[in-house]
């Protein structure tokens, strides 16, 4: 899949732009007080770990929807009433993964550290934002 590819090669090169931008900006203490090991692991393992998430992700998920929809084609035009029957729990996971991809839509996973810090497992570094 080029455009993966193409798609996951392009983020792992604005992801470094904007890293290497942000570290021209802090403060000379701030690298002083990081190690320089780390800084360029960042820089390079941890931003190509994200290239081959994002790559394989979108390969595995245009494929798995080619299969999905070629089987539900030739199911129907084998056995139109059995593959209703057989392919009625998709619109029920469908429904349900759009109702909690929208419950899941708030920045940063506000929700989920709210829930996280009311039963005392997470600590917030930074000051709370509005």
Sequence with gaps: MLLAQRVS???????????????QSV???FLDAHDTASLTSIATVDLRQVRLLVGNSMTMAIQS???????????????PALAA????????LAAL???????????TGR???RSQR?????????????
């Excluded at 090669?9 to 570290?23: I, S, T, Y």
């Excluded at 029957?85 to 029920?92: G, M, Q």
């Excluded at 009311?118 to 509005?130: D, I």
């Design 9 to 23: 090669v392009a983020l792992e090169a604005d992801l470094r732009g904007r890293l290497f931008a942000r570290l």
């Design 27 to 29: 403060e000379l203490s």
């Design 65 to 79: 929807v080619l299969t999905i929809a070629a089987v539900a084609i030739v199911m129907f035009v084998y056995e």
């Design 85 to 92: 029957i057989a392919l009625a729990p998709f619109a029920l």
């Design 97 to 107: 993964s759009a109702r909690y991809a929208v419950g899941c839509a708030t920045p």
């Design 111 to 113: 929700r989920a550290a």
């Design 118 to 130: 009311s039963a005392g497992r997470y600590r917030r570094t930074s000051p709370e934002r509005p």
